[in-house]
């Protein structure tokens, strides 16, 4: 075990690599003039009025969405712990700059580096903790292409994804550590607290990283106790802290099972607390058969509380969700696809989100069967698996299992590196090469990429010369902010873009607590004419907007050709909308109500 010295100089080692790492893709990003910021992204943009409301006075316990949904709004289940930093990054630009505009610009470019220099940085530590410093400089190499490539860390990604992504790989890292520095299992516990506490998909990881602890200290009572013990007390301390912080004394007895809630706070405090109680006990010292009752008795407990207090989050995430919206919305959702939808609809997707993560998984499997498992191995591999079935359900889990799949892909360059310092052979260098090209996801993505346009040869040259055809730029959007604020009848994927360019409202968003508005949106764009003017008077809509080539407003119109959608689409506009002739030939088509009389 090395001094707390050496631990020292490891860590300013790893922070300098992943700083010079992040550095060099900043600079990149810089040279490609941030191209990013560009792009329209749903969540993204909410996040930055969400930021926005609260600089401009909103409550810190309010949630709600004014602008977005029937009149009042709606509560988004996201956290605030994400909106402070971002807010005090724009407050501190502001200042320096007197200009809020740009002091946005940077929140929205150095938040994104900011955490993927960590990321990166626990990434390393994981690798180091697991493989030996060796492994240390393939981490950061790959590591750092995965996660450039990935695209939650561009310019402008203030979604709560990164965050979650790097508070996780803290916790493995920090749990990786643990046997060699008395605090790393406490600070471990409070990442897996926060990473909960910002958003619900990260369940699987925190509840498998605290299984893989509860396992380990039954395994093995002596090296593990002080580290269950702290663990739970990390999770469950930082967890009341939240609660406190983030949840009026006013909603204390709400269960929200899609947000950090009563439900998340309760079910954290017994576990962890337990779990802290059990490792401290007298009756866990006296075998591992005590400890494996003390745990099942713990695990019945939390199985109770559930059953008993909140059944209602025991079922599928979007159970009741309406028929039509999982129809007409989720079920488009490429990141809420399966691998078995994805296969059928964009093959070439599998490679690049499944391909480097396998091949962890069989190299994984391949130490296991060789015998020689270890702790770290332990740890690793299931949040690998768990992540990669995660991913099998939703694509959106593949973020997770490729980074995972970092750490053992890691081991592996570093394995075939050290024997071509003493093999020189043409067949270990070629050797070599292959194990960095299928370790690199870039390189898959690539693949997948070449094949996409293989396979989609037979666009036709105006398609591919057509200027942001899906009202995917921020440009497209201009407009709107030169209109007279009004209520605005748009698609859901118009809905963000429009509140962050515009002071206008909408009533559709691609959130799933947002039913009443997607519903209005899907009677009005689906329904007749007429029917669309009933709705258009009742709830004062002033401007109605068409993205004719969105593939929403394509699906829509295909669901109901004779809708009012569909009319519009094909130049029908009916006599109670104007035309607005600017926007005429635009990506995006506005049209005015026309005022009774």
């Known amino acids: 075990m090395g001094t707390a010295k050496d631990g020292v100089a490891t860590w300013k080692h790893d922070l300098m690599l992943a700083l010079l790492a992040a550095l060099v893709a900043f600079a990149f990003t810089a040279w490609m003039g941030f191209g990013a910021l560009a792009d329209v992204d749903n969540d993204n943009l909410l996040r930055l009025v969400e930021v926005r409301d609260l600089l401009n006075g909103q409550g810190w316990f309010d949630l709600?969405?004014?602008?977005?949904?029937?009149?009042?709004?709606?509560?988004?289940?996201?956290?605030?712990?994400?909106?402070?930093p971002i807010a005090a990054i724009i407050l501190a630009a502001s200042a320096l700059t007197g200009s809020t505009?740009?002091?946005?610009?940077?929140?929205?470019?150095?938040?994104?580096?900011?955490?993927?220099?960590?990321?990166?940085?626990?990434?390393?530590?994981?690798?180091?903790?697991?493989?030996?410093?060796?492994a240390v400089l393939p981490a950061i190499l790959i590591g750092a292409a995965a996660y450039y490539f990935l695209g939650i860390y561009s310019p402008g990604a203030l979604d709560h994804h990164n965050v979650q992504l790097m508070l996780t790989m803290a916790?493995?890292?920090?749990?990786?550590?643990?046997?060699?520095?008395?605090?790393?299992?406490?600070?471990?516990?409070?990442?897996?607290?926060?990473?909960?506490?910002?958003?619900?998909?990260?369940?699987?990881?925190?509840?498998?990283?605290?299984?893989?602890?509860?396992?380990?200290?039954?395994?093995?009572?002596?090296g593990e106790r002080a580290i269950a013990r702290d663990f739970g007390l990390g999770f469950a301390g930082v967890s009341t802290l939240v609660f406190l912080a983030t949840i009026p004394a006013s909603a204390w007895g709400e269960a929200r099972c899609d947000a950090f809630?009563?439900?998340?706070?309760?079910?954290?405090?017994?576990?962890?607390?337990?779990?802290?109680?059990?490792?401290?006990?007298?009756?866990?010292?006296?075998?591992?058969?005590?400890?494996?009752a003390s745990l099942a008795m713990l695990a019945a407990a939390i199985g109770l509380v559930m059953l008993a207090l909140f059944p209602q989050c025991l079922t599928a995430p979007y159970a009741s969700l309406d028929p039509r919206l999982k129809q007409l919305w989720l079920d488009h959702i490429t990141?809420?696809?399966?691998?078995?939808?994805?296969?059928?609809?964009?093959?070439?997707?599998?490679?690049?989100?499944?391909?480097?993560?396998l091949v962890a998984i069989f190299l994984m499997a391949l130490r296991l069967g060789r015998g020689g498992w270890r702790r770290q191995d332990s740890l690793v591999g299931a949040l690998l698996v768990v992540a990669f079935g995660v991913a099998v359900w939703q694509v959106r889990g593949s973020t997770f299992s490729i980074a995972f799949g970092v750490i053992p892909l890691s081991a592996w360059i570093a394995k075939w590196r050290a024997r071509a310092e003493t093999n020189s052979s043409l067949a270990v260098a070629l050797r070599l090469a292959a194990v960095w090209l299928v370790s690199i996801n870039p390189v898959w993505m690539g693949a997948a990429a070449a094949t996409s346009v293989a396979l989609e040869r037979n666009t036709s040259a105006a398609d591919e010369s057509s200027t942001d055809k899906g009202c995917e730029k921020t440009a497209s959007f201009a407009a709107f902010g030169r209109m007279p604020e009004t209520s605005v009848l748009a698609t859901s994927?118009?809905?963000?873009?429009?509140?962050?360019?515009?002071?206008?409202?909408?009533?559709?968003?691609?959130?799933?607590?947002?039913?009443?508005?997607?519903?209005?949106?899907?009677?009005?764009?689906?329904?007749?004419?007429?029917?669309?003017?009933k709705i258009v008077e009742a709830h004062r809509v002033g401007l109605v907007a068409v993205c004719r080539g969105s593939g929403e407003s394509a699906m829509l119109a295909k669901r109901a050709p004779r809708g009012f959608l569909s009319g519009l689409l094909q130049g029908s506009v009916p006599d109670w909308l104007e035309p607005v002739a600017e926007t005429k030939g635009s990506p995006i088509e506005l049209y005015r109500v026309r005022q009774a009389g």
């Open 335 to 357: 990141e809420a696809q399966s691998l078995f939808a994805l296969v059928v609809d964009k093959p070439a997707l599998v490679a690049a989100r499944y391909g480097t993560p």
């Open 64 to 84: 709600h969405q004014y602008r977005m949904g029937l009149e009042g709004g709606f509560v988004m289940h996201w956290s605030r712990l994400v909106d402070t």
């Open 493 to 533: 994927n118009l809905g963000s873009p429009i509140l962050a360019f515009s002071g206008h409202r909408v009533f559709a968003g691609p959130y799933h607590r947002n039913v009443a508005g997607n519903l209005l949106v899907l009677d009005a764009f689906l329904g007749t004419p007429d029917a669309a003017r």
């Open 261 to 292: 809630s009563t439900v998340q706070f309760v079910v954290a405090a017994i576990a962890g607390i337990g779990l802290s109680a059990v490792a401290s006990s007298g009756f866990a010292a006296r075998g591992w058969r005590h400890r494996l």
């Open 101 to 134: 505009p740009l002091a946005e610009k940077i929140a929205q470019v150095l938040w994104p580096a900011l955490l993927f220099c960590s990321t990166l940085f626990f990434t390393a530590r994981a690798v180091r903790m697991f493989a030996g410093p060796s």
């Open 171 to 222: 916790s493995l890292a920090l749990l990786l550590e643990a046997p060699a520095h008395r605090t790393a299992a406490l600070v471990s516990g409070l990442c897996a607290a926060l990473t909960l506490a910002v958003g619900m998909e990260t369940v699987p990881y925190v509840a498998t990283i605290g299984v893989c602890v509860a396992l380990l200290f039954m395994v093995d009572e002596t």
